[in-house]
């Protein structure tokens, strides 16, 4: 995002809280601050990082964003982030005389590095309308989804919610083919060629079809965190959502298991397991002996013969 921001003529004054990490962008032209306070002095600030807690350490403070940045001026949160802190961030930049807009994102790293996130803005119309050429240097489109910016963050929990339901079900329905001795590979080009022709079914479908999981796109400790905020947020809406504390179940089995920095599609492969396929079984596709395949494709199990007459 910051390398985009710097093709597209910005003047980008960048901090990272793991130094190494803006080494190659300040060859690319960024400049590099030495804290948050020497990233803030200019027209806008943005803020990509990982959860609530690491929001907080960089916007309060002493020689945090609010306490820097010049009046008048535009702080971007981009991170997703709770509600609540969402909330709190626009009352302390209100306060402070700043501008605020959340703007989290849907996309992977791949769509980061060319540009192609959607972009979610919540906050007052002119400042949307302000954070335009930002917004054009990162995104495909942006949707300024309502003036409350707390409400961007709540619809970036919710689309969330629903990558990591599909992925749920597509790992469902691989574990289902593949004990009959279906080819997953395959199964995922009739999805993907058919009906299921979405970016969800075409991203995650391959990667759970070859049990690829690292390196991580977007990792199982995040996919965790943004459902475990969702659920936050319909306990506080008192909102049930059954669908949710499962997909998050499953999440915290796959960290459980030591899988905390896979990508989060690797609760595609919990059903596989449950589902009493081996190690081998799911990296190469194969399920049941032979003379089992052929009994589950023919529909013979369980079916009564026909009587005579």
Request: glycine share 10%.
């Amino acid at each position: 995002m910051a390398a985009n921001l710097i093709k597209t003529g910005h003047d980008v004054m960048l901090y990272n809280r793991t130094p190494g990490k803006a080494a190659a962008l300040g060859k690319q032209g960024a400049r590099v601050a030495a804290d948050v306070a020497a990233a803030c002095r200019g027209d806008v600030v943005v803020t990509m990082l990982a959860d609530d807690a690491a929001v907080e350490s960089v916007v309060f403070g002493d020689r945090g964003v609010i306490a820097t940045l010049g009046k008048g001026m535009m702080h971007i949160s981009m991170s997703t982030t709770s509600v609540e802190l969402s909330q709190r961030l626009a009352a302390a930049h209100g306060v402070a005389g700043q501008r605020f807009v959340a703007a989290p994102v849907f996309g992977r790293p791949e769509a980061a590095a060319a540009a192609k996130l959607f972009i979610v803005a919540g906050g007052a119309p002119e400042d949307v309308e302000a954070c335009t050429p930002v917004f054009q240097s990162l995104g495909q489109k942006t949707i300024h989804i309502a003036e409350a910016p707390q409400a961007a963050n709540l619809v970036k929990l919710s689309g969330n919610f629903l990558l990591a339901s599909v992925v749920q079900a597509l790992g469902e329905a691989m574990a289902l083919v593949a004990k009959a001795g279906v080819d997953r590979r395959r199964y995922v080009d009739l999805l993907t060629s058919t009906l299921f022709t979405g970016p969800v079914f075409t991203t995650y479908g391959p990667l759970i079809a070859e049990q690829k999981f690292e390196p991580a796109g977007f990792a199982a400790s995040l996919g965790e965190k943004d459902i475990r905020l969702a659920l936050a947020a319909a306990e506080m809406l008192r909102v049930p959502m059954p669908l949710a504390s499962l997909v998050h179940d499953r999440l915290l089995t796959v960290i459980a298991r030591g899988g905390e920095a896979l990508d989060w599609s690797a609760i595609g492969k919990l059903a596989a397991e449950d589902a009493g396929l081996h190690a081998t079984d799911s990296l190469t596709g194969t399920g049941p002996t032979e003379e089992r395949k052929v009994r589950v494709l023919e529909g013979e199990q369980r079916v009564a013969p026909r009587s005579k007459h």
